[in-house]
Nanobody, 123 residues
Framework: VQLQASGGGLVQPGGSLRLSCTSP????????IGWFRQAPGKEREKLSC????????????YFADSVKGRFAISRDTVQNTVILQMNSLKPEDTAVYYC?????????????WGQGTLVTVSS
């Protein structure tokens, strides 16, 4: 499955961005989709995951305390997109953001990765 992450850019502290994860060749409803980020000089960080859609949007999980209450993951099955809405952005949110997919679980290794989209939070 090919994944494409988009929506990154430059935003001021306190601002918002909406990241999208799409696929040109697969129905994302059949996958668990996770969002990760990697800041310069730091390890990749798991942020959030939404489970595959079983006649519903899927269950959501948030793994990083630093984004709880500010970031929200959701699924648009019509647009075949998984969204990461990021609010109240801080300079420490600056990173390359990736979406990833697997068939098994939100809590195991991800097999398919997008190319990443850069988010820069700066005044």
């Amino acid at each position: 499955v090919q994944l494409q992450a988009s929506g990154g850019g430059l935003v001021q502290p306190g601002g918002s961005l909406r990241l999208s994860c799409t696929s040109p060749d697969s129905n994302l409803a059949y996958y668990h989709i996770g969002w990760f980020r990697q800041a310069p000089g730091k390890e990749r960080e798991k942020l959030s995951c939404i489970t595959m859609s079983n006649n519903g949007p899927g269950s959501t999980y948030y793994f990083a305390d630093s984004v709880k209450g500010r970031f929200a993951i959701s699924r648009d099955t019509v647009q075949n997109t998984v969204i990461l809405q990021m609010n109240s952005l801080k300079p420490e949110d600056t990173a390359v953001y990736y979406c990833a997919a697997n068939f098994r679980s939100c809590f195991t290794r991800y097999d398919h990765w997008g190319q990443g989209t850069l988010v820069t939070v700066s005044s």
